[in-house]
């Protein structure tokens, strides 16, 4: 067995609530100086800039977890990753199927924009990405997981788009394979409320800087969707509030 450290609550320039700065180059020499192992890649509603996330990333070594992060009905925000390119792009028809397509004013709004590795725009997506989709969290895990993905309900605590701040419960026939945790200082009242899942924490980045400055190390045998998702379900993973003292800030 060997520990993995993962952050895998990472935006790029594709959301419009992060920084232009956030390009795939710059994320995957952010995360190498961080010393992370894993990384996924998760925009508002959206998937496009994974490929080139996961191609820049393989060269250096660092595992990318392809996905998204889902603004559901109930406006609550979830995390569901895909094993390949091939669900990956089933699950973007869906999210480009079931969510209204206002259009977005980048000046007010924020830019949506898909870049090469040279950090050239090459596609803008015109609708605004943070608009729910018509579909309800149970709705959106059984989609998931249909495609083998993985599910996790982000920032749980968190006062908004959370399960808390918008259900106020967790459903108990949720089948999530693990939760993000915010604040680690609420991990004994959820763990005493959601018994038998795992819990997790990442930095939730919007900037470079913020990129492993929260992680969770995962214990596992090799390094792969399967493995991470085992890892999940059996709560084999660990916390852990700061990078080490001799990495980057």
Known sequence: MRNY????????????????????TCIVNEARAKN?????ITDHNSTLQCALVQQLASRVGIFTLMGVEVTTREELHCLSFFPSATELSAFQYFLEEKQEHIPNLANKMGYQVVVDEQENIIHEVEYWLHT??????????KMVHSLGGIFIPAHIDRPRFSL????????????????????PQNLSTFSKNIQHKTFIRNSDSHSPSQIGKVFTQFVMPELSFDAIREALRTNSVIFEDKPNSNLRQ
């Open 36 to 40: 992370l192992q894993i990384i996924g």
């Open 164 to 183: 808390t701040s918008q259900l106020g419960f967790v459903p108990e026939d949720l089948n999530a394979d693990a939760f993000e945790i915010f604040n």
């Open 5 to 24: 450290r993962a952050d895998i609550h990472i935006h790029t320039v594709l959301s419009p609530c992060a920084s232009l700065e956030m390009s795939p």
């Open 132 to 141: 729910a989709l018509s579909v309800s969290v149970n709705e959106l895990e």
